[in-house]
């Protein structure tokens, strides 16, 4: 079967591999192909990592598959304590600095739903709202992640920044256009 093998980094490779075979002999078509280490190869498939000891068929991999490449540090990374597998739990979005739009906007957003729907009612509003914002998280691929964090650090002014008068100043600034806007007498 033929499976494709993504890195963040836009590369990818097609290889033709057995549902019987182990990650470890993957990881080692891939290192051939994209020239990376073995050692700082982390695949995923459908967002869980692949352990080493398991054969591919384990995972549901079948034809026409794609796996993601992360890679890893050289010398096994920060955490210490051997390769991190399938066990280790993803980090919650609040670990990493991206509060939820309950916490982001606090007190204003809270008050709103208060006014609108009543305190208890704004409440039950508020704690929806994050739980959707959570789940709406754990759904992304790391293709997802890929293209929104691209588009985020991509400069102003370049190829894909949109179009021009959507970076102009705000008309209401033209004393022309308050003018032109003003009720007559």
Not at 65 to 83: M, Q
Not at 86 to 103: A, N, S
Not at 110 to 138: C, T
Request: charged letters at 20%; one cysteine or more.
């Amino acid at each position: 079967m033929l499976v494709t093998v993504k890195a963040l980094q836009g590369r990818e490779c097609s290889i033709e591999v057995s549902p019987e075979e182990q990650v470890e002999a993957l990881k080692l078509l891939v290192a051939e192909r994209l020239q990376v280490p073995v050692e700082q190869q982390r695949l995923l498939y459908r967002g869980k990592a692949l352990a080493d000891g398991r054969r591919l068929s384990e995972y549901s991999i079948g034809p026409s598959a794609r796996l993601n490449l992360v890679l890893k540090p050289p010398g096994g990374g920060a955490r210490g304590g051997g390769g991190a597998g399938p066990e280790t739990p993803p980090t919650p979005p609040e670990d990493l600095g991206v509060p939820p739009p309950c916490l982001a906007f606090g007190g204003p957003l809270s008050q709103l739903l208060g006014r609108h729907f009543g305190v208890q009612e704004g409440a039950r509003v508020l704690q929806q709202l994050h739980k959707d914002y959570a789940q709406s998280l754990r759904g992304l691929s790391l293709d997802d992640l890929e293209r929104l964090g691209t588009r985020l650090l991509q400069p102003e002014g370049g190829a894909d920044a949109g179009p021009a008068p959507s970076t102009s100043p705000a008309p209401s600034t033209s004393p022309a256009l308050s003018q032109a806007t003003t009720p007559l007498p």
